[in-house]
């Protein structure tokens, strides 16, 4: 059974840091792009950031570029987002999400979430 | 980046109902385009992927179409456990990027 675990979030002041982690068990997970996704209260889904199998390309959402830094330990099977300079507009869920390829109709490499983590909340606040 | 943009925003509708939800993209995206359900205090569930492709298991009364930059969701003959909410995402280019939203409330 896959399953993605996150931890890591909490309370944190403006302009702090926080790390948070995501476990997975249960595939390949050295087989697969990861992503965080989040979400704020009462708000729609955000994708955050995305890396490659072995860590070599890394993809991120311009609010969060030269803040959040995401990684992979494909020997820990785990999943990480730094996030620095944090603010008030970043709280939110973090949801940790497998992106799963496709074939689209014209044989291109198309991606989709095919598992989550129940999430993370993140609050920023003084 | 491109803009996904999702109508209606909310919408309330009876069991039984035909339901259609449209998402719009600020620029061709071929069929990258998957849809989510989510309800409250729930993660997003996958309904359907390459716009027009139902994941296993998730029953045939949602379909999708489109291509390019005009996308629909259906859902045949709306069952309470349906009422929930629906995102579009494209995976055509990052940053990915979601609809906002639309809210399927009962009538």
């Known amino acids: 059974e896959v399953q993605l675990v996150e931890s890591g979030g909490g309370l944190v002041q403006p302009g702090g840091s926080l790390r948070l982690s995501c476990a997975a068990s249960?595939?390949?997970?050295?087989?697969?792009?990861m992503n965080w996704v989040r979400q704020a209260p009462g708000k729609g889904l955000e994708w955050v950031a995305n890396i490659k199998q072995d860590g070599g390309e890394k993809y991120y959402v311009d609010s969060v570029k030269g803040r959040f830094t995401i990684s992979r330990d494909n020997a820990k099977n785990s999943l990480y987002l730094q996030m620095n300079s944090l603010r008030a507009e970043d709280t939110a869920v973090y949801y940790c999400a497998r992106a799963k390829a496709f074939l689209t109709t014209s044989y291109m490499v198309g991606y989709y979430f095919d598992y989550w983590g129940q999430g993370t909340l993140v609050t920023v606040s003084s | 980046e491109i803009q996904m943009t999702q109508s209606p925003s909310s919408l309330s509708a009876s069991v039984g109902d035909r339901v259609t939800i449209t998402c719009r993209a600020s620029q061709s995206i071929s069929s990258y385009l998957n849809w989510y359900q989510q309800k409250p205090g729930k993660v997003p569930k996958l309904l359907i992927y390459?716009?027009?492709s139902l994941q296993s298991g998730v029953p045939s009364r949602f379909s999708g179409s489109g291509s390019g930059t005009d996308f629909t969701l259906t859902i045949s003959s709306l069952q309470p456990e349906d009422f929930a909410t629906y995102y579009c995402?494209?995976?055509?280019?990052?940053?990915?990027?979601f609809g906002q939203g639309t809210k399927v409330e009962i009538k």
């Open positions: 390459d716009a027009s």
């Open positions: 249960g595939f390949t997970f050295n087989s697969y792009l």
């Open positions: 995402q494209q995976s055509y280019s990052t940053p990915w990027t």
